[in-house]
Each structure stands twice: as structure tokens, then as C-alpha cells.
């Protein structure tokens, strides 16, 4: 498996479970500063290496008049001050070429959405900053699919992929998640990653809106260091229900500590006693 450097983090081969989290979409500097401290300090409590996720926009909302975020430059120097207070990576999505560049700047990795995970001039733009790049599986993928995605990325000459689960279309309006899949993208020789939050997403549940059930958040991301991925993905937020996006499917930042310290004893369990997913 391929082994890279985050920021000061490393991904892959042997290296510790990581974190990927934060809330759905900066909201302002103030509450993301807060969310990112009490990142920073269940990191350094649990030994834990954080990369901190919030979106700048949110391009692909189910409604037109849905909160989309504070925008590319407000956003970026909003992540700028999260790493120079808190000392975490950063990592946001992009949704076209032309944020690439500015992101890039920024930002310690870039994200491709699961809708756009087949965009190839994405793709390609992403790979060619050198950056680390998280592409999150499209909903309508299998994960042998990825290994197609994963190469237009590496023809760039950048192999610092993440690839990560978000549950797959299971008729209208439902994701299901096949754990299989976990070790298939294994196979692919990249680090994975499991959303556990977008993965219990119920996509356009409400029309306007999409819905969710986080309290299958827990089980799912336990099951997922059972299975032995490198790294968990979870939209965190003090309030879930005050975010402006996603708030069903959030989980709520006082009870994440406690959550990820059974996740952890788990992944040393299946990590000590196993060759990770290459089975």
C-alpha cells in the first residue's frame, strides 16, 4: 500500500488510524475555530492525527436556495487561520478546475466529491498540485470502479490518493453500505477512508432538503475499524441540528471522544491480529 505524508501525518502502510472531520460547511471563523480546538484536543488526548474537513461551498445542495457556505476566498482564509491556530492539516472539497489553483495554496489536501469523482479534468488538475487527494466514492460506483479513478490521478505523477467509502444508492432516497467494498479499494493499493456520517445521509429524503439517522453512525464506524480501514471521516458540530447543512446526519462533537476511543481499541485489535484489507 502506498504511504504519504499529509501535512505532518502519515497515511497508509502501517500507519495509525486517522481522522478526517469537522462540520459540513463553515458557518463563520469563530464556530470553526471552536470546532477545530476541541479537535485539536481530543487529538492530543487520544494520540489521535486529525485532519480538519470543512466545506467552503457546498456546490451540489438538493435545493437552490439551500446554505451553500461562505464562498471560495472567505473560506480559504478561514481554513488558513484553523491551521495557524491549531496546528491541524486542512482539507475542503473542490468543484472545478478554477478553484484548484487558490486551493492549492492553501490547503494541506484537496477533495473530490462523490458526485464529481469521475470528472476527469478534476481529477487530473487535482493531481498535477502535488497535493494529497481524497476521492470520495460516487454513490453510484462499484468500488472496483475506483481503480480507474485512482489512475487518472497517478498519470499525473501524484500517487498521494485517499479513497473513501460513503455508502452506495439502495433504491430512492437510501445508502446502504457494503463493507465489502472496504477491502476491495484495499486491494487498489491506496489508503481508505470511511464516511460514516454520509453514509446514514438519506439523499433528498425531503425534497428541498436531504435527511439522515445518525444514530447508525456509531455501529457503522465501528464495523469499519473492524474491517481494518486507515482512517474514519466524520462531520462533526456542537449543535448538529443548528447546521445549516447535513444536520441530520452529524454527529455531535461532545460525544465524539468517547466514540472514537472504542474506535481506536478496536483498530489496534484488528491492526495487531491482521494484514489490514489486503485480504
Given amino acids: 500500500m502506498k504511504e504519504f505524508s499529509l501535512g505532518k501525518i502519515r497515511l497508509g ?6 481522522l478526517i472531520a469537522g462540520p459540513c460547511v463553515i458557518e463563520d471563523l469563530q464556530l470553526t475555530l471552536e470546532i477545530a480546538a476541541e479537535l485539536k484536543r481530543i487529538s492530543a488526548r487520544l494520540r489521535l492525527p486529525v485532519i480538519f474537513k470543512a466545506s467552503y461551498d457546498k456546490a451540489n445542495r ?11 476566498k472567505k473560506g480559504l482564509e478561514i481554513l488558513a487561520r484553523v491551521r495557524e491556530k491549531t496546528g491541524l492539516p486542512v482539507i475542503s472539497d473542490i468543484h472545478c478546475r478554477e478553484e484548484v489553483e487558490p486551493a492549492s495554496r492553501v490547503l494541506d489536501a484537496l477533495q473530490i466529491p462523490a458526485f464529481l469523482c469521475r470528472q476527469t479534468d478534476l481529477l487530473l488538475a487535482a493531481g498535477k498540485t502535488g497535493l494529497p487527494v481524497n476521492v470520495k466514492k460516487g454513490q453510484f460506483l462499484a468500488p472496483e470502479d ?3 479513478v485512482a489512475r487518472k490521478i ?3 505523477g501524484n500517487e ?3 479513497l473513501s467509502e460513503r455508502g452506495t444508492f439502495f433504491g430512492y432516497h437510501n445508502l446502504v453500505v457494503d ?4 477491502v476491495v479499494m484495499g486491494r487498489l493499493g491506496y489508503p481508505v477512508f470511511f464516511d460514516a456520517t454520509h453514509s446514514v445521509q438519506t439523499p433528498g429524503e425531503h425534497g428541498s432538503c436531504s435527511g439522515g439517522h445518525r444514530e447508525f453512525i456509531p455501529g457503522l464506524a ?3 475499524a473492524a474491517v481494518g480501514v486507515d482512517g474514519l471521516y466524520m462531520e462533526v458540530h456542537p449543535k448538529p441540528e443548528k447546521s445549516p447543512c447535513d444536520g441530520s446526519n452529524i454527529f455531535p462533537l461532545g460525544k465524539l471522544a468517547q466514540l472514537l476511543s472504542e474506535i481506536i481499541a478496536i483498530d489496534r485489535l484488528t491492526k495487531g491480529g491482521s494484514k489490514r484489507m489486503k485480504k
Fill in 146 to 148: 475506483m481503480q480507474e
Fill in 154 to 156: 497517478a498519470s499525473t
Fill in 179 to 182: 463493507f465489502r467494498s472496504l
Fill in 13 to 18: 502502510a502501517q500507519s495509525p488510524l486517522a
Fill in 62 to 72: 438538493s435545493s437552490l436556495k439551500a446554505y451553500r457556505g461562505v464562498g471560495l
Fill in 160 to 162: 498521494k490518493i485517499l
Fill in 222 to 224: 465501528r464495523a469499519a
